[in-house]
């Protein structure tokens, strides 16, 4: 490699182990593929090449997928094991092996063999290809600084970890937070940044070290310097001279920051004041004293009618006491008589309901002694007690329960012409998790700032071997951490905000080869550049244009359309390519991949449940609808909702009809008697409060699909008050 010397770092990957490749797809520069043609069967090559070459299998195509969608780095193609082949073969074997490379990862990456004949020769020349190799930019990967760092250190005491690598790009500071992929929480402060000793030396003239640092990227980072940091800017120079002068010394230390520098908060919740809400509520401490000032106030006033024998006026006015008789004796004589009402009142209101109840009871009874007059609720119960999920006509079909009256039960509902007309306001009813989220009024721009805040104040000391000394909450599983040192761990730095909660959305689109059904809410493992989460998240439909942050919501991710997760998690700047895997046993599956959305907490997302009643009587554009409800007080409740049909009528409820839910209605084109009357229903659903995403701490147990689809049909089934 003449006279410029570089440093190279191999790792190997078990291709078997989906999370390595992964892990190693965030972190390399150059990804070597090995292709061996020992089990290619070259007497079927034309009969059926792609079958007999074997060039690549079904875990290397499952990896190269999961590489794809992640984003692929700069690839140097090897063939091996061609010596096993005659001469006569290697042309063909070569060619075949080429087009399998150039189809599935284009012509522009470089494709090489190896042969155990000449060993020297093609290793020198595959590292030649590496060294000279330019790395290709990843889009997630830009403008923040990563290592492959190494866990050298463990102090519990003073609660530090001490790793050591390579750092990669310029934009490490230790104002910034520190992201250990696959560890929880999910962020670090940094304490100190030194020089490590570097385990691989380069010497370096001093004309190359001007070299570089009189690069346009150099220059504009130290140009942007403010006088406070030129002595961090020192020590970094100094940092390309040799090692032997500057290892152990200090770049940065977080005690010994400037006036007005802070660090980046590491908590990831909003923490809202007591009065931030509209109506507050008094402390313990504050209820103790008012009632040791009532209780000095009264004793006051005792002592005075007691020295007098009576009250002293006030305004004119002297309250008169028998003789005989305190104002204690007095209130508990007004309590006695207060109850006496109420239990009076209570008496006569019970025998109300008996009597309401007796004729209730005589008015059921008449209708079941007369076999011509069978209620609706008891109808429907025969002819539709047996009918499945599957055999409803719509997917959002709900059955009107017969022991809850409807608009108790739909109280949360409430009917709209269409998602992207209505006004919904987005503050309207917010749980409490949202006070302890974050919202940006112009998030783009927050994003920018942030970027460029972060690439002014990094330190240029990109390819030094540095060692970051992180500080860990006592939470901390170290038992997770001491389990992966042995492959290595991959650090990166966060923007400011970047730790912050809010609520992310991110488009989607189904794996194919993932059939499973998978419900909201249901807990998965999604990759998003070098972070992973556990969250649990909300599927909606895409919005149609112009709807704005009104989303509608899936039961299940469907495999033919794209869809929007939604999800509690901290924020993740854009562009970010996301992966989206289930668990099943021991493996993972890909679910879904996508991309990261700006975070909106005020987007709606619009649960939708269909009514369904069937024509009884028509005539033209009128007919006698039942089974959609059974109280003509629920008739009454609903008659404001617009009703549509099954072969595209629109129609409104006129009048409720006898005293069991049937309801005339009218249509806006002629009725046919096989169609059904359908009326939608809206409510604002929230993605799952889920902390074990940005909080330390065991997992919780995951619930099978069907279980927790369960849970949802009984949490849609339970009666609202």
């Not at 783009?444 to 540095?466: F, H, M, R, W």
Request: net charge neutral.
């Amino acid at each position: 490699m003449g006279s410029k010397k570089q440093r190279l770092i191999f790792i190997e990957i078990d291709r078997n182990d989906e999370l390595a490749v992964l892990e190693a797809g965030k972190i390399v520069d150059i990804m070597i593929v090995i292709m061996s043609c020992k089990e290619t069967e070259i007497q079927g090559l034309k009969i059926d090449p792609d079958k007999n070459s074997h060039a690549i299998d079904e875990v290397g195509y499952k990896a190269l997928g999961h590489l794809r969608s992640q984003g692929m780095p700069s690839l140097i193609g090897v063939l091996q094991h061609l010596e096993t082949v005659s001469s006569k073969r290697q042309p063909q074997i070569k060619r075949l092996f080429l087009r399998y490379f150039t189809s599935e990862f284009t012509d522009k990456h470089k494709f090489m063999n190896f042969n155990l004949l000449q060993a020297q020769t093609d290793v020198n020349a595959v590292l030649r290809q590496v060294a000279v190799q330019y790395p290709e930019d990843i889009t997630w990967r830009q403008n923040r600084s990563y290592m492959f760092g190494n866990l050298v250190h463990l102090d519990e005491e003073k609660r530090e970890m001490h790793f050591e690598g390579y750092i990669k790009q310029n934009i490490l500071n230790v104002k910034r937070l520190i992201h250990i992929t696959g560890i929880h929480p999910q962020a670090f402060k940094i304490k100190r940044i030194e020089i490590a000793k570097d385990p691989c030396p380069v010497k370096v003239s001093q004309k190359e070290k001007e070299k570089i640092l009189s690069t346009s990227k150099a220059q504009s980072i130290i140009s942007s310097r403010v006088s406070s940091r030129r002595h961090s800017m020192d020590v970094s120079r100094a940092s390309i001279a040799p090692l032997g002068d500057t290892a152990g010394r200090a770049i940065q230390n977080a005690t010994q920051l400037e006036e007005g520098e802070t660090l980046d908060p590491a908590d990831c919740e909003n923490k809202p004041s007591l009065f931030a809400a509209e109506q507050t509520w008094p402390t313990e401490e504050e209820m103790q004293a008012a009632k040791n000032r009532r209780k000095v106030s009264d004793d006051d006033e005792m002592q005075m009618i007691d020295a007098s024998g009576s009250k002293p006026e006030i305004g004119g006015f002297k309250p008169i006491i028998p003789q005989g008789q305190s104002l204690e004796e007095m209130f508990d004589k007004i309590k006695i008589v207060g109850r006496e009402n109420e239990e009076a009142k209570s008496e006569k209101s019970l025998e109300d309901e008996d009597d309401d109840s007796e004729e209730e009871f005589d008015l059921n009874k008449t209708f079941m002694e007369d076999p011509n007059k069978i209620s609706q609720k008891h109808q429907k119960y025969t002819d539709l007690e047996s009918r499945a999920r599957e055999d409803m006509d719509f997917p959002d079909e709900v059955d009107t329960p017969l022991d809850v009256e409807a608009r108790k039960r739909f109280l949360k509902y409430r009917g709209i012409k269409s998602i992207k007309n209505c006004n919904w306001d987005p503050y309207e009813n917010l749980p409490t998790e949202y006070s302890k989220i974050w919202r940006f009024q112009q998030f783009s721009q927050a994003q920018k700032d942030s970027v460029q805040q972060a690439i002014d104040e990094g330190l240029p000391i990109n390819g030094t071997y540095i060692r970051l000394v992180l500080e860990f909450e006592p939470s901390l599983n170290l038992a997770d951490i001491r389990a992966r040192t042995a492959r290595g761990l991959i650090l990166s730095t966060l923007f400011p905000h970047e730790c912050k909660l809010s609520v992310m959305h991110f488009k989607i689109q189904r794996h194919f080869e993932n059939a499973d059904p998978i419900p909201s809410k249901h807990e998965v493992l999604i990759h998003c550049g070098f972070r992973v989460f556990t969250i649990r998240p909300l599927f909606s439909a895409e919005p149609s244009p112009g709807s704005g942050d009104k989303l509608r919501y899936m039961r299940f991710l469907r495999p033919d359309v794209s869809a929007i997760a939604t999800a509690f998690m901290p924020i993740i700047f854009s562009p970010c390519k996301v992966l989206v895997f289930t668990r099943s046993e021991d493996s993972l599956k890909l679910l879904a991949t996508g991309h990261a959305l700006a975070p909106n907490p005020l987007t709606v997302i619009l649960k939708r449940i269909i009514l369904t009643g069937y024509p009884l009587k028509v005539h033209k554009k009128k007919a006698v609808v039942r089974y959609m409800f059974f109280n003509p007080k629920d008739v009454k409740y609903f008659k404001p909702v617009e009703l549509t049909t099954k072969f595209g009528l629109r129609g409104h409820i006129k009048d409720s009809l006898g005293t069991h839910g049937l309801m005339k209605c009218q249509f806006n084109d002629f009725m046919k008697q096989n169609d059904t009357v359908c009326m939608p229903l809206y409510k604002r659903i929230y993605p799952a409060w889920f902390e074990h995403t940005w909080k330390s701490g065991p997992v919780p147990s995951a619930k099978p699909i069907a279980e927790a689809d369960e849970e949802m049909q009984e949490e849609d089934a339970e009666p609202m008050a």
